[in-house]
């Protein structure tokens, strides 16, 4: 059974960095599709940055040169850094995963495995 499990969520002034912290069970795929979403209050969930099996990323402008997604395959987690973090970052942080994909993508609706968020609350 595939779990997710996200931790290193909390609550930093602006300007501020965070380092999240997916580590994945029960999944062992050669090829894989894991990515980072973010849902705040009162808005749909969107995608912040993904990684392929081959370590082909991919980010949203709104993230972009401020989070860095990496895997470490040893340990099996997913990492999210987060720096220069604003108020308009605070949100629940989610990890999911998916097998092999097309094209690995921050689209919601292509991933079938999640964990339970973790939240980052930035203040000003």
């Known amino acids: 059974q595939v779990q997710l499990r996200e931790s290193g969520g909390g609550s930093v002034q602006s300007g501020g960095s965070l380092r999240l912290s997916c580590e994945v069970s029960?999944?062992?795929?050669?090829?894989?599709?894991m990515g980072w979403f973010r849902q705040a209050p009162g808005k749909e969930r969107e995608g912040v940055a993904s990684?392929?099996?081959?370590?082909?990323?991919r980010y949203s402008d709104s993230v972009k040169g401020r989070f860095t997604i990496s895997q470490d395959s040893g340990k099996n987690t997913l990492d999210l850094q987060i720096n220069s973090l604003g108020p308009e970052d605070t949100a629940m942080y989610y990890c999911a995963a998916e097998r092999w994909l097309p094209l690995c993508t921050i689209i919601e609706a292509d991933f079938s495995y999640w964990g339970q968020g973790t939240q980052v609350t930035v203040s000003s």
């Open positions: 990684i392929d099996s081959d370590g082909n990323t």
């Open positions: 029960g999944y062992t795929p050669s090829s894989y599709c």
